[in-house]
Nanobody, 114 residues
């Protein structure tokens, strides 16, 4: 059973870069042919897909996130990461990582505030 766990810094200040890590267990991010993705849910709003990474390090981003979002893999650690640059308070959300949108982490709170 593939399991995912998000981790991050907690509070992020405006204009800084947000970095989150998703650690995968019960399966390999290189041998599984999954799309490993990140989604976010701002307070009081629906879930928004941000982007994904697949084998061969092919990346896919939501049009609203392209240009300031980067997803990469750390295969030796069986992890993949999300970086969101120049965040604003509107970036405050719960962020989730997922494997093929079938296996989900529990989410991590990302407050953006000075």
């Amino acid at each position: 059973q593939v399991q995912l766990q998000e981790s991050g810094p907690g509070l992020v200040k405006p204009s800084h870069t947000l970095s989150l890590t998703c650690t995968v267990s019960g399966g390999s991010i290189t041998t599984n042919s999954y799309y490993w993705s990140w989604s976010r849910q701002p307070p009081g709003k629906g879930l928004e897909w941000m982007g994904a990474i697949a084998n061969g390090d092919r990346t896919y981003y939501s049009p609203s996130q392209r240009g300031r979002t980067s997803i990469s893999r750390a295969t030796s650690k069986n992890q993949f990461t999300l970086q969101l640059s120049s965040v604003t308070p509107e970036a405050t959300a719960v962020c989730y990582c997922a494997g093929d949108l079938e296996h989900w982490g529990r989410g991590t709170q990302v407050p953006v505030s000075s």
